[in-house]
């Protein structure tokens, strides 16, 4: 994973910090607590410069704001994917998010005639290939009980009929079985986000 530094505006200690564990030791449990990270020492440095920014309101961040700071939080570092699909079937489109701070990993879609569980599916198979190609091991988190099967069954177990509109959505899905029956291992890194004790997925599209 590449290297990020995290700015605090708000908390014990301010400054620049090189790793998450040095940033919650500032923020945890500090009222208020302003910070963010920033993918070089260049744009944390200027962003340390500038006033913090105002609180995200949004529910996906108030979902990370919750669970940051439970007794049993997800791991980190790791990867949260989820899926959209506007009808059954529909126009699907899914995408991987960093847990910590949700910034955007990768974003596929839209895929003609699909469903939300082949979207969950294929989010958690990129999210492993992705990690693999990059020689990172770390939790892929779903909350799609139904996707989290199939990937360990190493089969996309869907009832859709493949059709002209949507052939390259089963073009997809073939690729993400080739490689799961490649590397059985990485399944062992999918997790199950819990959504009763965390919050909303930080990947979610907010389309509920």
Known sequence: MSKKYYVVWRGRQTGIFESW??????VKGFPDARYKSFPSRALAEAAFRQPPPEPDASPTSQGRQHWLFLPNPPQLPSICVDAACDASPGRMEYRGVWTENGEEIFHEGPFEEATNNIGEFLAIVHGLA???RRGEKMPVYSDSVVAIGWVREG????????????RRLFEWIRRAEQFLQQHPHLTD????????????NPADFGRK
């Open 155 to 166: 089969s996309c177990r869907t009832e859709l009929k493949e059709s002209e509109r949507n």
């Open 130 to 132: 992705w990690l693999h």
């Open 189 to 200: 890194w999918v997790q199950k986000w819990d959504s009763g004790a965390w919050g909303e």
């Open 21 to 26: 564990e040095e940033c919650e030791a500032q």
